[in-house]
């Protein structure tokens, strides 16, 4: 959605190794009005589109595609792409409707530039799982390429919003990160005591409010009561108005 950063650069770099030197790279910006509930930060989401412009075209990037809300929606639209299962957890029970703004703009866009292969990064870890599960469910012909979380010297996941934190918040976000190693590095089996101690962690953290800690299962996203092979413990806190998500693999 823009504001690109250097997650965004490393998404783009592993996009030209997938694509070899005779394919092409393309970056799509559009900050997508069906992603944001009604009162959020769309009008102030940033978009800094010379920046943007200028950082694609030092990364090599081949095309920009920078539509605007008209041209990507009709007035009268009312056809949506909605995911049933796995959007109705986490980020879906506290955004209601943005999986359906994210399966639907996700779609119109590979409609539009039919790439083979597509790039998202493993921050946004029920986003990848859902477009994996439409990409297989609408048998579209393309490969999802997962790219671990880029991070901030002090551990904090790189992310546009994290300019809206205020210094002494931006101080106090590496919490995030310091919970999740805290629990990877305890060796607790026990979901429940795994999020009591990432929420005490988070806790010593004055400006976090926690929106949720879960255990859960990587490919259903549902909750599991002890550390599996496939287990994830994912996070989405709040400080002042700015909402983070992260997570970390335990099994």
Do not use: W
């Amino acid at each position: 959605m823009g504001a690109l950063h250097k997650a965004h650069h490393e998404l783009i770099r592993v996009a030209r190794e997938q694509a070899g030197n005779d394919g092409e790279v393309a970056v799509s910006i559009f900050v997508n009005p069906l992603q944001f509930e009604p009162g959020t930060d769309y009008e102030r989401y940033p978009r800094p589109e010379a920046q943007d412009e200028e950082f694609c075209r030092e990364a090599g990037v081949d095309l920009l595609f920078r539509p605007n809300a008209l041209e990507m929606y009709a007035d009268a639209r009312s056809v949506f792409v909605e995911e049933n299962s796995l959007s109705n957890v986490l980020e879906g029970n506290s955004r209601p409707g943005h999986f359906r703004g994210v399966c639907t703009v996700v779609a119109k866009l590979f409609n539009i530039l039919e790439p083979d292969v597509a790039v998202f990064g493993e921050k946004d870890l029920q986003q990848l799982a859902i477009i994996r599960r439409m990409v297989r469910d609408l048998n579209y012909s393309i490969d999802i390429i997962a790219v671990p979380t880029v991070r901030e010297e002090d551990g904090l996941a790189c992310s546009s919003r994290n300019g809206y934190l205020s210094p002494e918040e931006r101080r106090q976000a590496p919490v995030l990160r310091k919970a999740l190693l805290v629990a990877k590095n305890s060796g607790i089996k026990s979901a429940r005591e795994i999020i009591e101690l990432v929420r005490d962690t988070i806790g010593t953290a004055a400006l976090a409010r926690i929106d949720y800690v879960e255990l859960v299962d990587a490919n259903t996203l549902q909750p599991i009561n002890n550390v599996a092979i496939d287990s994830v413990l994912v996070l989405a806190v709040y400080f002042g108005k700015t909402r983070l998500i992260d997570n970390i693999r335990l099994g």
